[in-house]
């Protein structure tokens, strides 16, 4: 029981508040906190609701110029069709447990949500919950692939004034099965990065970008394959990276913009387990990658 919950037990004189509301059903649970959200607002006066309006971290509208913002978003969008992606608008909530089911990060850095839902914080789980679907509804072996510009909304505590609870990003997830010798890996690893590079390089100075690939596993087979298909891309540093418990499987990749002094990582992606735990199925294969659409417009419009 973390401290706020063992206050709130100790104010009740409930100590068993916190299991016994676990054993709730989702729909019993639901039910009360509707009742309860339906109480609490009857106290709240519009002077009070605009003094909240005014201070909550994640009511502030963005600080980018919409219309061009808008564009920019587009530009990014038509290139993920023209590279044969589907490209989709999503709902801002997803299924509870969406981000933190199946990777390393905690509830509490994601806005939970009545109804069984969360706010999105990372569009590509949202990706590998359809791929997933669609694997399993259709047993599929082509590869499915999907991009949209998604609102992040995220909860932990911000110490960088430059950074916001709500920001826009371009995401992209190619996922399908495993034919051996790294064949999907070796095909949409590229294809991602080359998309990342040419929408990068049409915002900036080519010479100003560089990348950094972060292997996951030591696989000798799969660095040697990759190398040869690098000779596309400049101002690339291969690192070994064979943590524990990492975000990423196999590979990662990030790009980075040399501005004013400092290293701006401005877009990354890689491989990760996530369809293999939801279908399940270890022969699935999936790649998701995003680019920080707002951060590069309020670097170009400073």
Same mark, same amino acid.
């Given at each position: 029981?973390?401290?706020?919950? =063992?206050?709130?037990?100790?104010?009740?004189?409930?100590?068993?508040?916190?299991?016994?509301?676990?054993?709730?059903?989702?729909?019993?649970?639901?039910?009360?906190?509707?009742?309860?959200?339906?109480?609490?607002?009857?106290?709240? #006066?519009?002077?009070?609701?605009? $003094?909240?309006?005014?201070? $909550?971290?994640?009511?502030?509208? &963005? #600080?980018?110029?919409?219309?061009?913002?808008?564009?920019?978003?587009?530009?990014?969008?038509?290139?993920?069709?023209?590279?044969?992606?589907?490209?989709?608008?999503?709902?801002?909530?997803?299924?509870?447990?969406?981000? #933190?089911?199946?990777?390393?990060?905690?509830?509490?850095?994601?806005?939970?949500?009545?109804?069984?839902?969360?706010?999105? &914080?990372?569009?590509?789980?949202?990706?590998?919950?359809?791929?997933?679907? /669609?694997?399993?509804?259709?047993?599929?072996?082509? @590869?499915?692939?999907?991009?949209?510009?998604?609102?992040? @909304?995220?909860?932990?505590?911000?110490?960088?004034?430059?950074?916001?609870?709500?920001?826009?990003?371009?995401?992209?997830?190619?996922?399908?099965?495993?034919?051996?010798?790294?064949?999907?890996?070796?095909?949409?690893?590229?294809?991602?990065?080359?998309? *990342?590079?040419?929408?990068?390089?049409? /915002?900036?100075?080519?010479?100003?970008?560089?990348?950094?690939?972060?292997? =996951?596993?030591?696989?000798?087979?799969? %660095?040697?394959?990759?190398?040869?298909?690098?000779?596309?891309?400049? $101002?690339?540093?291969?690192?070994?990276?064979? $943590?524990?418990?990492? %975000? %990423?499987?196999?590979?990662?990749?990030?790009?980075?913009?040399?501005?004013?002094?400092?290293?701006?990582?401005?877009?990354?992606?890689?491989?990760?387990?996530?369809?293999?735990?939801?279908?399940?199925?270890? =022969? *699935?294969?999936?790649?998701?990658?995003?680019?920080?659409? /707002?951060?590069?417009?309020?670097?170009?419009?400073?």
């Amino acid at each position: 029981m973390n401290n706020i919950a =063992k206050l709130i037990a100790e104010k009740t004189g409930y100590a068993n508040l916190l299991d016994d509301l676990n054993k709730l059903s989702g729909s019993e649970l639901n039910s009360l906190l509707l009742e309860l959200f339906r109480k609490r607002i009857k106290k709240i #006066s519009p002077a009070a609701l605009l $003094n909240d309006f005014d201070k $909550n971290r994640f009511s502030a509208p &963005s #600080s980018v110029e919409t219309i061009s913002f808008k564009q920019f978003e587009l530009r990014y969008l038509e290139l993920a069709v023209a590279k044969k992606f589907n490209v989709v608008t999503l709902s801002p909530l997803t299924s509870l447990g969406a981000c #933190s089911v199946m990777g390393y990060v905690d509830q509490n850095n994601v806005v939970s949500a009545l109804r069984g839902t969360e706010v999105i &914080s990372d569009a590509t789980n949202v990706f590998a919950l359809m791929i997933a679907n /669609e694997f399993k509804k259709r047993r599929m072996n082509e @590869v499915i692939k999907y991009a949209t510009t998604q609102r992040h @909304v995220r909860s932990q505590a911000l110490h960088n004034p430059a950074f916001t609870t709500h920001f826009g990003v371009f995401c992209m997830a190619s996922g399908g099965l495993d034919k051996g010798n790294f064949s999907f890996e070796l095909q949409h690893l590229p294809e991602h990065m080359q998309i *990342h590079q040419s929408l990068l390089s049409n /915002e900036f100075d080519k010479e100003k970008l560089f990348i950094k690939i972060f292997l =996951k596993d030591d696989n000798k087979i799969f %660095y040697q394959k990759l190398q040869g298909l690098l000779k596309d891309f400049t $101002n690339v540093k291969i690192e070994k990276e064979t $943590n524990e418990g990492s %975000y %990423y499987t196999l590979a990662q990749f990030k790009f980075f913009l040399n501005h004013e002094g400092k290293e701006i990582n401005l877009s990354d992606g890689g491989f990760v387990d996530r369809t293999q735990k939801l279908i399940p199925n270890k =022969k *699935h294969r999936l790649i998701i990658s995003g680019i920080g659409t /707002e951060l590069i417009h309020k670097i170009k419009q400073a």
